[in-house]
């Protein structure tokens, strides 16, 4: 075979394998179907591999279709950051920090971390996205995030973490909410609240620990409501909808008609932890990491 595995072959594949419609991939590609199959069929026959199954009415990945996927979003992220980062080198910058993070990390650590950055390494860029632990360590593995910062006991393979914060709950209550700090002694003074709790999407893990809150004095919660943003779970407490319990530090910063309880009685803590790749090559990275490592 003369053909060569040229970067074209690569976005096809990659475009075709998220879509799974040939109609749809074209679309986005802008170019013909007839044009995409043969560079599809092109790609299989550079590879000595069939990458995708095809009927009528569906297209499907192969086993060797599902491995080629993750190695191409690896190398055209990788690209793609070279491409960045290249750029900002030609500007006289010295790249960019891709940084992940759940809320509450917003409210102590990322600030102290950013201050730190710019003070010490002013042409380094840093971008923010708040995401869910699952999605940051999914982008963290295929090279699309270079740091996050997530509530989890346990990282897959290849991910390194340092825990940077550990705090406490709160529970969280509209400010008209007969209940009392002074009067508060147990969760189980709630135990007919509706509560709306961070989704397990945030983090099982995370998830579990705080309803082993409430079964640690007998009850299991009504949770009427879930979410993976902070801000949604405590407009819904300040309008009558439940009451949450979140960490404590995520409580700083709102100004809404809700207020907190410190729940100090309790063994449940919960750590937020730094996360990033082991193999990641970003210069950017390792200098964030010496100030993480600092504290």
């Known amino acids: 075979m003369s053909y060569q595995i040229e970067l074209r072959h690569l976005r096809y594949f990659q475009v075709l394998a998220e879509e799974l419609n040939f109609r749809k991939a074209s679309e986005r590609l802008f170019i013909a179907q007839p044009g995409l199959s043969r560079q599809i ?20 990945l192969t086993t060797a279709g599902v491995y080629l ?18 750029a900002l080198i030609h500007q006289g910058d010295f790249g960019e920090i891709r940084i992940g993070f759940v809320g509450s990390a917003i409210h102590h650590v990322l600030p102290k971390l950013i201050s730190r950055i710019n003070k010490q390494y002013p042409n380094i860029h840093t971008s923010l996205d708040e995401l869910a632990n699952h999605v940051q360590l999914s982008m963290l593995q295929n090279g699309r995030l270079d740091l996050g910062f997530v509530r ?18 709160s ?39 705080v309803v082993s809150i409430c ?12 979410s993976i943003h ?13 009451i949450a319990i979140v960490p404590t530090s995520l409580v700083d910063g709102y100004e809404l ?39």
């Open 41 to 60: 069929k092109q790609l299989e026959e550079i590879l000595d591999a069939q990458l995708f199954a095809r009927t009528k009415r569906s297209v499907k």
């Open 69 to 86: 996927k993750e190695e191409v979003d690896r190398i055209l992220n990788q690209l793609d950051l070279a491409k960045k980062q290249t």
């Open 152 to 169: 989890v006991t346990s990282i897959p393979l290849g991910l390194e973490s340092k825990v940077v914060h550990e705090d406490s709950f």
């Open 171 to 209: 529970i969280v209550l509209p400010q008209n909410h007969e209940m009392s700090a002074k009067e508060f002694e147990n969760i189980g003074q709630l135990k007919d609240e509706k509560f709306i709790l961070f989704s397990s999407e945030y983090s099982s893990e995370y998830y579990d620990k």
């Open 215 to 226: 079964r640690d004095q007998d009850f299991e919660p009504t949770v009427s409501h879930k």
């Open 230 to 242: 902070a801000f949604t779970i405590f407009k819904l407490v300040e309008n009558g909808l439940g």
């Open 257 to 295: 008609k809700i207020k907190a309880i410190a729940l100090t009685k309790i063994p449940q803590r919960t750590q937020l932890a730094a996360v990033w790749k082991k193999s990641n090559r970003n210069s950017s990275l390792s200098k964030a990491l010496e100030f993480l490592f600092d504290t």
